[in-house]
């Protein structure tokens, strides 16, 4: 027996939830916050500093090998609401990965699905489903579930980035399979273009013809560079006049996210803009690229600088505010929710 026994001072009821707890039953009328009016969150708001990962994850790189068993060396935002979980919501995994010149994260895949945000620099590759991809500053590319990926950093340079993954959902469900894969051993970095951008990668609603094959469940682009994403959160800016841009990264053949679990946005504001007060079911992965703020989450205020990476819990109240011009990549469940009609968003200032 390790259910939970309740108790009650009628020595009937107190017999009756002895012989409750020898069954492995619990009465539900004794239970209490199981349906709340609304959620209700062990998530907090938190943010981790650019300063401390970065230090963090070079001293592991000096102390620790990548090597078969570990594989990766990945350092878990842990969310202080989680009782150490290495979680950074009740449904997202955040890290920041750290590879040395000369360094190979061997070939694996998983069933949770994966992205990288590149917070700084380049150098490294990575290979998806044998085609490389090269990662640099503002890049976003993705590793869906179950495709193998392995890391190379064939330059000079040590390289830090932002891994995102739904393992929490995935391990919810007990749903998670993993399998080692055999890694590529040639130099590939000098691949500028994978062969899902050249495919794919052309630009706004241009798709390629008569390329068959089964519809994978996810986007066919797998990377999405800075380049365009910042022309576009540019143009959209000069367009809009409110100092506010916000663009949402698709699967350029079909109307849906990039993946099945994971959404992925960027918002700029310009230096002085303060974004609407709002909220969401689901948890948000939030990372500066660039600029100086501050974001406001529930009765909690963060500053904010390049590298900081923060978690909003679902249904908490959020705003950002610049002080310099602020980039942030956001990254979040609603996929998942929006399919089982979980979904729900507030605007509190509209
Ligand atoms: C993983 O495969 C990677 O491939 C990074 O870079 C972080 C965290 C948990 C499980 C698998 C990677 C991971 C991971």
């Not at 890290?95 to 040395?100: E, K, M, N, W, Y």
């Not at 663009?247 to 609407?276: I, Y």
């Not at 501050?294 to 900081?308: E, K, S, Y």
Request: net charge negative; aromatic share 6%.
């Amino acid at each position: 027996m390790s259910t939970k026994r309740y108790t009650s001072h009628d020595p009937e009821l107190n017999s009756l939830y002895t012989q409750l707890a020898e069954h492995d039953l619990q009465p539900l009328w004794e239970m209490q916050g199981l349906l709340t009016k609304t959620p209700t969150v062990q998530t907090v708001p938190h943010r981790w500093s650019s300063t401390d990962l970065r230090r963090l994850a070079a001293r592991s790189g000096d102390l620790v090998p990548i090597d078969r068993g570990g594989d990766r060396r990945v350092l878990a935002l842990s969310n202080p609401g989680l009782a150490g979980a290495p979680y950074i919501s009740s449904t997202l995994w955040a890290a920041v990965q750290f590879l040395l010149p000369g360094e190979m994260a061997p070939a694996h895949r998983h069933t949770p699905a994966a992205l990288r945000f590149i917070l700084d620099g380049d150098g490294v590759y990575t290979v998806l489903d044998g085609d490389p991809v090269t990662m640099a500053r503002g890049d976003l590319v993705l590793t869906p579930a179950w495709s193998f990926h392995e890391h190379h950093n064939p330059g000079k340079k040590s390289m830090v980035w932002l891994d995102v993954l739904d393992l929490p959902i995935v391990a919810g469900l007990d749903a998670v399979f993993f399998e080692e894969g055999t890694s590529e051993k040639a130099d590939q970095s000098a691949a500028e273009r994978s062969t899902s951008e050249r495919l794919y990668g052309q630009g706004s609603g241009l798709v390629p013809v008569g390329v068959d094959g089964p519809q994978p469940a996810h986007s066919p682009l797998t990377v999405y560079r800075w380049a365009s994403t910042d022309q576009a959160l540019t143009r959209m800016l000069e367009q809009s006049g409110t100092g506010q841009a916000h663009l949402r990264f698709r699967d350029p053949t079909r109307d849906r996210d990039v993946m099945p679990t994971l959404r992925c946005e960027m918002r700029r504001l310009r230096a002085g803009a303060k974004s609407g007060r709002e909220r969401q079911t689901g948890s948000r992965v939030c990372a500066v690229l660039s600029g100086t703020g501050q974001a406001d989450i529930d009765d909690r205020t963060f500053p904010l600088a390049a590298g900081d990476i923060f978690v909003v819990p679902s249904w908490s109240v959020h705003r950002l505010h610049a002080d310099e011009d602020l980039d942030v990549f956001i990254t979040s469940d609603a996929p998942v929710l929006e399919k089982l009609s979980l979904y729900r968003s507030e605007a509190l200032d509209a």
